[in-house]
């Protein structure tokens, strides 16, 4: 048998949502160990002075497993 955690995490990329979200899981990967899924909780952008995308932002639930 085995328990997993889940942990929120934020991520956020200049040219799309599929980059925030990967950006987020390989970060995820660097602190955490054995990372099975992500779930995106919410997406959000941030826009400039011209009303132009500044940012992509993605809110992220990640699951991993935890050693025995």
Sequence with gaps: ????????????SSESFDAAMRE???????????????????EEILLDSKGNIAEYRVQMKVTFVLEK
């Design 24 to 42: 987020g899981v390989a970060r995820a990967q660097k602190t955490l160990k054995n990372v099975k899924s992500a779930w995106i909780q919410n």
């Design 1 to 12: 048998m085995s328990i997993a955690r889940v942990t929120e995490i934020k991520a956020s």
